[in-house]
């Protein structure tokens, strides 16, 4: 990045005036810059020159076309993207405040009302884009972001665009997703993944904010990954104080089986709350010709898929080649 950074300087010098650099991570580096028409600051994102070769520039165009057209509240849109030499690069407004990564970082738990409070401002986004057919596929604490109240999701769009190229990303050794908080559908590699793939990683985000630790911990990043498929993640109660609906709204989101979990979002965050949801389904319901529900899309292939991934050892070969580093906040 350092050697091709006075390119993509030179080549947007007359769109952008290029600030300093905020931090980076295995899948991009981050920019501060002002737009020189506005003066208006914004998080210029640059995918790595590797993971952008992967990915292509048409895929990668085509995907944040989508992402930018998501309009909410607590999403933070796309504003630019563009692709100099090998590099593909987008913007985002810049936001004054921290991750949830962050915070998390300086209090450790937070309080059970603050904590959802956070998780639904992150479900009704994740809702919304799931209702569009757009599906997150890297929920962490670190693509939340907070500003005073209000809470935004950063990097709708590109996890989609790596994801489709999921196996040539696994023969370099690298795979999409962050190990504490990716679904175990993802992390065996199913092509199919619908929106019960972020509700998992949005339960699993919820988890580490009430309890201090992510539910699923090990000493490297394989075993982090290998663990979520052994079982549930140790209870909350009586250790942690939080009321009996959340615990088992959160255990049923962390489901290793995607057609045990809530149909949506939306079902998620109403158990939350301790309203009525319907039970899982006994058996998966048959996808409909539009894949964009999160609940219709891949029940079957999801439950067959992972054991047949593992038992391929598609899994294992991602794992112990995997990348761990965080992406840098917006």
């Known amino acids: 990045m350092t050697d091709a950074f006075p390119a993509l300087q030179t080549a947007l010098a007359d769109r952008y005036r290029f600030d300093k650099e905020l931090g980076r991570g295995g899948m991009a580096t981050v920019f501060l810059a002002h737009e020189r028409a506005s003066e208006r600051p914004v998080a210029l994102k640059v995918l790595n020159p590797e993971l952008a070769k992967t990915v292509g520039a048409d895929r990668f165009k085509r995907e944040i076309r989508v992402a930018g057209s998501l309009d909410h509240p607590n999403i933070l849109g796309v504003l630019d993207s563009g692709e100099v030499e090998d590099l593909l ?6 936001v004054e405040g921290e991750n949830l990564q962050d915070l998390m970082q300086r209090e450790q ?3 059970t009302e603050r904590a959802l409070r956070i998780t639904r401002a992150v479900g009704s986004a994740l809702a919304h884009a799931h209702q569009k057919g757009v599906i997150h596929r890297d929920i962490k604490p670190d693509n939340i972001l907070l500003e005073g109240e209000e809470v935004r999701v950063a ?17 370099t050794g690298m795979i999409v997703g962050t190990p504490v908080y990716m679904s175990p559908e993802q992390a065996a590699g ?12 949005l339960a699993s985000v919820l988890y580490e904010m009430l309890s201090g630790e992510p539910p699923f911990k090990g000493p490297t990043p394989a075993a982090t990954l290998m ?21 088992t709204a959160i255990m049923r989101a962390l489901d290793k089986d995607p057609g045990a979990r809530y149909a949506t979002v939306d079902e998620f965050l109403d158990a939350l709350e301790g309203k009525a949801v319907a039970p899982a389904a006994t058996a998966p319901s048959p996808p409909s010709p539009a894949t964009s529900q999160p609940a219709a899309a891949a029940a079957t292939s999801s439950r067959r898929g992972c054991l047949g991934a593992l038992a391929g050892g598609v899994v294992l070969r991602a794992l112990f080649r995997i990348r761990a580093d965080r992406d840098p906040p917006a």
């Open 155 to 171: 990097d709708f769009g590109v996890a989609r665009a790596v994801s489709e190229m999921h196996e040539k990303l696994t023969a």
């Open 190 to 201: 199913e092509k199919e993944i619908d929106g019960r793939a972020d509700q998992y990683a």
């Open 109 to 111: 738990q937070l309080a």
């Open 227 to 247: 663990r979520r498929f052994a079982g549930p993640p140790r209870p909350l109660r009586p250790v942690i104080d939080v009321p009996a609906p959340v615990e």
């Open 89 to 94: 690069w987008f913007t985002m407004p810049y």
